[in-house]
């Protein structure tokens, strides 16, 4: 299946299918509604902190999700990933989300599963679970999967 890779870095690879676009999921380079599947594999929580090159801004990361929600074509699905528990920043690394934080910008597609990698196991995977399941956490890895209605 093509693959299209999207980043604000060069990506030098000679895997077949896959191909490379500049841009940022600050603006992403698809028209509105445009794009049936959508994979973002730990990276929002990283947008705005400037690690990987991006400008400083705190609201990065609701931008990028704004973006993901903008291309997603009706019928299309999301996969997100990124850290879930207690709330905080670690400045120019990441950021720690509630699932709520993710959910309610997101306000736009429905949440069809929420999964959990809990803290310090990462082999025991929570398929389906509450969202209350990581309020306690300190780095759980969040797994969301998304669709836009029709």
């Not at 490379?20 to 973002?40: D, E, M, Q, T």
């Not at 291309?71 to 670690?90: F, N």
């Not at 989300?97 to 993710?102: A, G």
Request: proline share 9%.
């Amino acid at each position: 299946m093509p693959v299209e890779y999207i980043d604000i870095r060069p990506l030098e690879s000679h895997v077949p299918n896959l191909s490379f676009r500049s841009g940022s999921i600050l603006n992403l380079p698809h028209a509105s509604h445009s794009v049936k599947s959508l994979s973002c594999l730990h990276v929002i929580e990283h947008i705005g902190l400037g690690r990987y090159g991006d400008p400083i801004n705190p609201d990065g990361w609701i931008i990028g999700l704004e973006e993901l929600q903008r291309v997603l074509a009706p019928g299309g699905q999301l996969l997100l990933s990124t850290p879930c528990g207690v709330p905080c920043v670690q400045f120019n690394a990441h950021r720690v989300f509630t699932p709520e934080h993710i959910i309610r910008k997101l306000n736009q597609l429905k949440l069809e599963e929420f999964s959990l990698i809990e803290d310090d196991n990462a082999r025991r995977w929570l398929p389906n679970c509450p969202t209350s399941r990581s309020e306690t956490l300190s780095f759980g890895c969040g797994l969301f999967r998304f669709s836009r209605p029709y």
